[in-house]
């Protein structure tokens, strides 16, 4: 069985502890309140690591945090006058920052492949989506299937989607990134995302250094 879906059949067994759950919707910021925001040829994107562990567990109805899950906010907004953009969440990632002098504009691609297992923004997000509590697993948790279901629900409304960003359009969700020694800390960590032009087909690459968070 392979850590991720060890994560998650752990993260099913807490649900043994929840009573009415009731999980409020994504509070979503103007982009001058996030301290992690890039603007790149019109395309302004911001991100939102949740590092606290009672934040994510009041979201999402869990602790993600302490079973090795970060759920990062993606904020996009398209002020292009003529461009279309596409955010390619399976080519967000997430790693050490080798070098800590580097610049956010000239980052060493190797950094990004480094020691620390690297996951794309989507990985999590699709094992969490995937029927897991299915009939064959109704038996085994019994009592839990409701709670399960709403978690797994809410996890999935709360993804950021895959659309096209007209000018003038915005879009917002979650992406999470898997950590199986279940070890998270903001110190030296990168997050990488991507876009892609639809007009000329350029790639736009946006480096975050979390530990810039504050």
């Known amino acids: 069985m392979s850590s991720i879906i060890t ?7 807490s649900l043994a502890s929840c009573a009415s759950i009731r999980l409020p919707e994504t509070e979503v910021k103007e982009l001058s309140q996030y301290l992690l925001v890039q603007d790149k040829e019109g395309l302004k994107v911001a991100i939102e690591p949740l590092f606290d562990e009672r934040k994510t567990k009041r979201l999402f109805g869990l602790n993600l945090v302490s079973e090795g ?8 907004e398209n002020h292009s006058s003529k461009s279309r953009y596409f955010l390619r969440k399976n080519e967000f990632l997430i790693g050490l920052d080798l070098e800590s002098t580097e610049t956010a504009e000239s ?6 492949k480094s020691e620390m297992d690297m996951a794309s923004g989507a990985l999590i997000v699709t094992v969490i989506a ?3 509590i299915s009939t064959a697993l109704y038996p085994i948790f019994g009592k839990l299937h409701t ?3 709403i978690i797994v629900q809410n996890l999935k409304e709360k993804e950021l989607l895959e659309k096209t960003l007209a ?11 898997h ?4 070890k998270i800390s903001r110190d030296n960590l990168i997050i990488q995302i991507k876009a892609v032009n639809l007009e000329g087909g350029g790639i736009l690459t946006f480096i975050y250094y979390l530990n810039r968070a504050g």
């Open 7 to 13: 994560a998650i059949f752990t993260i099913v067994l």
């Open 69 to 76: 899950i970060l759920p990062v906010l993606v904020v996009a």
């Open 107 to 112: 980052p060493n691609p190797a950094k990004l």
């Open 130 to 132: 995937m029927p897991f």
């Open 147 to 149: 709670e399960a279901q």
């Open 167 to 177: 000018p003038g359009g915005s879009q917002y969700g979650f992406v999470y990134f």
């Open 179 to 182: 950590f199986p020694n279940k």
